[in-house]
């Protein structure tokens, strides 16, 4: 009785990693050069290369430093594909006997929960003992536009004139001005008579729309970000202890009229972190588009713009930068499509700041 409960926990445990292990499937491309005639061991060589080939690509599309993080650990990767790898399928074969070159093209699962443990394990934070892993804290800021203010063209007209001959007039630089030149000729008769020929021309300069936007905290998304943090090595400080009231609104000032913090309000969040033993302050701003309907499947969808960085509260400096990225997210409704473009580029920007930071070394 107590070996079939044995069995029956084994096969359980090994149903449930099957279960939770996250998976993703990358195509690859494999090519050999064969001499002679094709041969088993050739095609077992372009399978090979192409699911490495599988497992670069999907490295290579989270970026850079998460492909960083993959070369530094490609022996060990590359040494056991088969525990990494779920299934391979072969979508395409082709054989160019005249040029004695053989491709293969696969589709390869790949075990993401496994190849996310082990670039953990691998990072520099992970490696250091518990009481020299850094603090961290962070604040994700969503917004969206709440007034947009546009500008017409400001347009001058100037123009001078002379009897006897002509003169031309023209704005200084900046001005939206209309050069306008007159001459004008007459007869000395008692019938006066006189021509007027008029040219126009000018430039026109326009005034850049100021926006205004609705700032709120990503309060649904806090729980991932911080897994995400957590599970990399980070001890993650809550920003609601560690910043002061002060800060938290002057954050949501800033990025309510502006694209980022003002040197009053970065000189406050310092000041706070320091005072707790915060080395790293990590900032995120999400800024949402305007709802739009998704040609190809008829579902809501909304855009977001990401842009995120990592500084060194010591000195002030920036140590890692995450460039503005689009992310999109499709739903039933706007709000669906809102929310999970929210949750997508949160989860993204908080995985590539770790990714480079990792690469960074910073602890």
Not at 154 to 168: F, P
Not at 250 to 267: E, H, Q, V, Y
């Amino acid at each position: 009785m107590k070996k079939i409960l044995i069995y029956v926990a084994m096969i359980f445990a090994l149903l449930s990693a099957n279960v939770f292990a996250q998976t993703v499937s990358v195509k690859g491309l494999g090519t050999v050069t064969y001499s002679g005639f094709l041969g088993s061991g050739d095609k077992d060589k372009a399978y090979q290369k192409a699911q490495i080939s599988a497992v670069e690509r999907y490295f290579s599309d989270r970026g850079q430093a998460d492909y960083e993080a993959f070369d530094a650990n490609r022996d060990k990767i590359v040494g056991s594909l088969d525990d990494f790898i779920t299934g391979t399928t072969v979508l395409n074969e082709q054989d160019q006997s005249s040029m004695n070159k053989y491709s293969v093209t696969v589709k390869v699962d790949l075990n993401e929960t496994k190849l996310n443990v082990l670039m953990r394990k691998s990072s520099v934070v992970a490696k250091a003992p518990l009481g020299s892993k850094s603090k961290i804290v962070f604040i994700f800021v969503g917004r969206e536009a709440a007034s947009i203010k546009s500008f017409d063209a400001r347009i001058v007209k100037r123009a001078d004139a002379n009897a006897v001959g002509t003169k031309s007039t023209s704005g200084t630089e900046g001005e939206n001005i209309t050069d306008t030149k007159i001459s004008t000729s007459a007869s000395r008769t008692d019938n006066a008579s006189a021509s007027v020929k008029v040219e126009t021309g000018g430039s026109t300069t326009r005034k850049s729309d100021e926006t205004s936007y609705r700032a709120f905290p990503l309060s649904d998304q806090r729980s991932n970000i911080t897994s995400v943090f957590s599970q990399a090595g980070y001890k993650v400080i809550d920003s609601d202890i560690s910043l002061s009231d002060k800060d938290i609104k002057a954050i949501t000032k800033d990025f309510s009229t502006g694209n980022d913090l003002t040197p009053p309000t970065i000189r406050g969040i310092y000041q706070s972190l320091r005072a707790s033993g915060v080395p790293i302050f990590v900032l995120a701003t999400l800024t949402l588009g305007a709802p739009t309907l998704d040609p190809s499947s008829g579902m809501a969808r909304e855009g977001v713009r990401v842009a995120a960085r990592a500084m060194d509260v010591s000195d002030g400096s920036e140590i890692a930068s995450v460039p503005s990225v689009n992310q999109f997210g499709l739903g039933q409704t706007n709000d669906e499509a809102r929310d999970k473009a929210l949750k997508d580029g949160a989860m993204s920007a908080a995985k590539e700041v770790v990714s480079r930071l990792n690469a960074l070394g910073a602890k």
